[in-house]
């Protein structure tokens, strides 16, 4: 037995004790936690700057870099966000149906741990203590396993949040954490680590997850890439919608929930997209256009648009690179966002109430946006504290997931010596 399914199997040994701390030791544990990672921040910043390091001698690019960094500011904001899980509503034993029976049975619906939930994700330090807090909050063990990038700096905040278990009086073998090894032989291990692991949550880029969703004998939570859209329509405020596109594909570029793709319907292309293309191209965006698009993109500095492929439609860039294509109105629209979307996060821009509600409806996506960026999806942001990976499959969990959703239930059922 390799190193992951021994550690799998420590954590299912913890679960119980876990699953049956109550409330208040489980917030402990979470608070702890944040305060140790507080006063080890120069240890973990420490660990940090070697992940860099190697990163920048592997070639490693800007925007996973960007993903890997760790600074005061993310430090803190790594155990802010602990604090505000600690905070949150307990999600156990929480009563979400029943029913008295003509017989007499009591029927109750309670929401219950998982039990033990392996995740596995690429080199993004936080999501080591955010599935570690959302684990505990919902009472599961957890078995981590982040990317070989990050290892210094998960090891780091694994140390602390193992000794935050400790001292709050809960297994610290509750939380358990694999290193990456050259053959991916322990990912194989978790995949396949039936009784030991009850559902797989994989995080990260697309050959991960459908590593993970076709190789695993357990169940898996998939976490979809971001190939997003940003639609203007005829009727949208040309301001607006140029601030939404540029937070949408510029913010943030290497994360999920950023635009990957620019729609705009024909009626206004020639008074919005010039202006709209020359922004983006000015900070650095590599525009794939298509016909119409490119021919508005003529006035654009030497290389700063090209004709668009196939293939573009449906590519996750996560890079200064975005599509554009001309539409022929909502309809054409939703068509195009639900053949080429992976269902995270989708945006109209229009004054339209019936254009708004047209797309929302029509949409196929977790997260469907009315003049508002895409860069909104996010569990912290949504008030969940953190998340564990959004969803955008359409089993258990959409979207977002928190604590709630590491949850589900069990029927609890009390009689009086009823028989059948």
Not at 201 to 206: D, L, V
Not at 352 to 371: I, P, R, T
Request: one cysteine or more; proline letters at 3%.
């Amino acid at each position: 037995m390799g190193e992951a399914r021994t550690k799998a199997a420590l954590a299912r040994a913890a679960a119980p004790l876990l699953s049956g701390a109550p409330r208040a030791r489980r917030e402990d544990a979470i608070r702890r936690a944040a305060a140790l990672i507080r006063a080890r921040s120069a240890d973990i910043l420490a660990a940090n700057e070697r992940d860099l390091e190697r990163a920048r001698a592997a070639g490693m690019s800007a925007p996973l870099q960007d993903r890997l960094l760790l600074d005061e500011a993310r430090v803190c904001a790594i155990a802010a966000s602990l604090d505000d899980i600690a905070r949150q509503d307990d999600p156990l034993g929480r009563v979400v149906g029943g029913s008295t029976l003509e017989s007499g049975l009591r029927i109750e619906k309670v929401t219950v741990p998982l039990g033990v939930v392996a995740i596995i994700y690429e080199a993004r330090p936080n999501v080591t203590a955010d599935a570690f807090a959302l684990c505990v909050r919902s009472g599961n063990a957890c078995v981590l396993k982040g990317g070989s990038a990050a290892n210094d700096s998960c090891l780091a905040i694994v140390d602390a949040c193992r000794a935050a278990l400790a001292e709050a009086g809960i297994p610290a073998d509750a939380l358990q954490y694999v290193e990456d090894d050259a053959a991916h032989s322990q990912t194989a291990e978790l995949l396949e680590a039936t009784g030991l692991i009850d559902v797989l949550i994989p995080r990260g880029g697309a050959s991960l997850i459908r590593a993970c969703v076709e190789g695993a004998k357990v169940p898996v939570i998939e976490t979809g890439t971001g190939n997003c859209h940003v639609y203007v329509h005829a009727s949208a405020d040309f301001e607006r919608a140029r601030a939404i596109v540029m937070n949408a594909k510029t913010q943030r570029v290497g994360v999920c929930n950023a635009a990957e793709s620019l729609l705009v319907d024909r009626a206004v292309a020639p008074a919005f997209l010039p202006g709209m293309l020359s922004e983006l191209a000015a900070a650095g965006v590599l525009l794939h256009c298509d016909e119409e698009a490119l021919e508005l993109a003529r006035d654009l500095p030497a290389g700063s648009a090209v004709p668009a492929t196939e293939e573009d439609w449906g590519t996750e860039y996560l890079a200064l690179e975005m599509s554009v294509k001309v539409v022929e109105g909502v309809e054409e629209a939703v068509a195009h966002v639900n053949r080429y979307g992976t269902g995270h996060s989708e945006a109209i821009v229009a004054d339209s109430y019936d254009a708004c509600e047209a797309f929302l409806a029509g949409v196929d996506a977790a997260v469907v946006y009315a003049n508002a960026s895409t860069r909104f999806t996010d569990g912290g942001v949504f008030g969940l504290g953190a998340e564990i990976g959004i969803s955008t499959q359409k089993l258990h969990a959409r979207g977002p997931m928190g604590a709630a959703e590491l949850t589900t239930t069990k029927y609890v059922v009390r009689g009086d010596g009823q028989v059948r």
